[in-house]
Nanobody
C-alpha cells in the first residue's frame, strides 16, 4: 500500500513563495515518476509538474514554467514543489501522485494520489 501525504500549503500574497512537500510511504518510491497536479474551485484537475524516478527529467506546464521547480529526495521518499512568483491564478488544491509510467502529464497514468494541500494566493 502506498500513501502520499502533502504539506506546505497556505495563504500567501502574490509574488510570494511556498514549498510543497509530498512524503511517500511504501516500497520502491525511487522506482517511480512523480507528479504534481492542481484543481481550482469549479475546474478540472490540471497538470503542474512531473519528475522521473531518478530526478533527471522534469516537465512543467507552460503556466508554471520558470516559476515552479519540482525535485525529489529518494533517500527521504519525498518530492517537492518549490513555487515562486505566485499569482492569484495559482490558487488551487495541489495534489501529488505516483506515476505508473516513467512520468506523465495525464492524470489517468497516475495510480496513487495524496489528499491535497490548499494554496491560496491573494492579490
Amino acid at each position: 500500500q502506498v500513501q502520499l501525504v502533502e504539506s506546505g500549503g497556505g495563504l500567501v500574497q502574490a509574488g510570494g513563495s511556498l514549498r510543497l512537500s509530498c512524503a511517500a510511504s511504501g516500497r520502491a518510491f525511487r522506482s517511480y515518476g512523480m507528479g504534481w497536479f492542481r484543481q481550482a474551485p469549479g475546474k478540472g484537475r490540471e497538470f503542474v509538474a512531473a519528475i522521473s524516478w531518478s530526478g533527471g527529467t522534469t516537465y512543467y506546464a507552460d503556466s508554471v514554467k520558470g516559476r515552479f521547480t519540482i525535485s525529489r529526495d529518494n533517500a527521504k521518499n519525498t518530492v517537492y514543489l518549490q513555487m515562486n512568483s505566485l499569482k492569484p491564478e495559482d490558487t488551487a488544491d495541489y495534489y501529488c501522485a505516483r506515476s505508473s509510467t516513467s512520468w506523465s502529464t495525464e492524470p489517468y497514468e497516475y495510480d496513487y494520489w495524496g489528499q491535497g494541500t490548499q494554496v491560496t494566493v491573494s492579490s
